[in-house]
């Protein structure tokens, strides 16, 4: 299948990083749909406000109103004649989103999932099933967001700078090169699979590791200090550190070398080689970024539920230690009350029951492993319709 450069994009999820998305790409001259799912206090936050100024106003690294041709929350609507469908929600709404994509999306389109988290690609691809999808599909995932973003007001997203590299990887592998034929404008770079891809996530060392050790501190004064500048200290830097020294070792056991935290702060972000903890301060992106104003925040439970919770599991599968990994799982789950490794990405939540390392990688890598396990979802889903 060989594709040209799209002309119209539908991005799905309308938050910061959907918002930053559209104007890019709108600026960048491409047609661009925008959904939200129907949330009342969603809709009036960010969908209204676009749909009365016609647009969405990009301030910081880019500038200008960038025309929106369409704002929707009917997914069938959105995604009619795009070339290209971005998820941009919240890693935990993959399987949901692909279960309500499953009667809309055809085998022409392709599927991104921005900044998926680990094992998002066969999260959505037990939605698209689970909703009746059984063609064939080209599903992507990002290992970050394109651009560093905050909602700045109401239709407004403040962009504070575009990612060097933005890593993607594929579930069929091998169709990387699709993404930047269609899209030239993002700075994609290949990952040979999805679970390379996957086991890049620094979410856990990034977010779920400050987001514990300052629980107090949010609580206290969430909003009013600077996440990274003050809330990463030398002592919280090390315990991200030991969690990133944690995901490095369950790579190894997969056969992967992923780039260490430092590393990809460095090529990805632009900031300056050197210990963690001189890295994270002097990267210029995250120099004005303010703390979560409350615990109930996506960069501990989303990052727990799709990034700790995966890497956990495949360190159990390979039968790594990780401490400290386990640890942040259990007070999270703590801080918030809930049970986040139940309702996170598991290897029995996927399907990934009775796999070992090497089905596992042989799944992600090779075609006639996903064709198998693709096939027994689909009958599974048949026979519990």
Not at 39 to 53: C, F, K, N
Not at 75 to 95: H, K
Not at 204 to 214: D, E, G, T
Request: aromatic share 6%; hydrophobic share 40%.
């Amino acid at each position: 299948m060989t594709k040209t450069k799209a002309r119209t994009v539908a991005v799905l999820g309308a938050g910061s990083s959907g918002q930053a998305m559209a104007a890019f790409l709108s600026l960048s001259g491409y047609r661009v749909h925008i959904w939200n799912r129907p949330d009342e206090s969603e809709v009036h936050r960010w969908l209204e406000p676009i749909t009365e100024q016609g647009g969405i106003r990009a301030q910081g690294w880019m500038e200008g109103t960038a025309k929106i041709d369409l704002v929707t929350t009917e997914l069938a609507t959105a995604v009619t004649g795009a070339d290209v469908i971005l998820i941009t929600t919240t890693a935990d709404a993959l399987q949901s989103i692909g279960k309500l994509l499953a009667p809309h999306i055809s085998d022409s389109q392709c599927l991104i999932l921005m900044s998926s988290g680990s094992l998002g690609t066969l999260d959505v691809w037990r939605g698209l099933i689970d909703g009746g999808f059984t063609d064939d599909l080209v599903v992507g995932e990002t290992t970050t967001t394109p651009f560093g973003s905050q909602i700045a007001g109401p239709g407004s997203v403040h962009i504070s700078g575009q990612k060097k590299q933005v890593g993607i990887a594929s579930l069929p592998c091998g169709h990387h090169h699709v993404f930047t034929a269609l899209l030239p404008e993002i700075p994609f770079s290949a990952v040979t699979d999805v679970l390379e891809s996957g086991l890049d996530n620094i979410g856990p060392s990034l977010h779920v590791a400050p987001m514990v050790l300052n629980a107090g501190w949010v609580e206290a004064q969430g909003g009013k200090f600077l996440y990274y500048q003050e809330g990463i200290t030398p002592s919280v830097a090390a315990v991200a550190e030991r969690v990133d020294e944690e995901r490095l070792a369950i790579a190894r056991a997969y056969g992967c070398r992923p780039p260490t935290l430092s590393d990809y702060l460095t090529n990805a972000v632009g900031a300056p080689k050197g210990t963690l903890y001189d890295a994270i301060h002097g990267c210029v992106m995250y120099a004005d970024v303010l703390s979560p104003v409350h615990l109930d925040h996506r960069f501990l439970w989303e990052d727990v539920i799709a990034g700790a919770v995966p890497l956990l599991c495949l360190a159990e599968l390979a039968e790594v230690q990780a401490p400290t990994l386990a640890s942040l799982v259990a007070l999270s789950s703590a801080l918030l009350g809930r049970d986040l490794r139940a309702g996170g990405r598991t290897t029995e939540n996927l399907g990934l029951g009775g796999f070992t390392v090497q089905s596992l990688r042989e799944l992600v890598t090779g075609g006639e492993t996903f064709s198998d396990w693709k096939n027994k979802a689909i009958a599974m889903a048949g026979s519990s319709a």
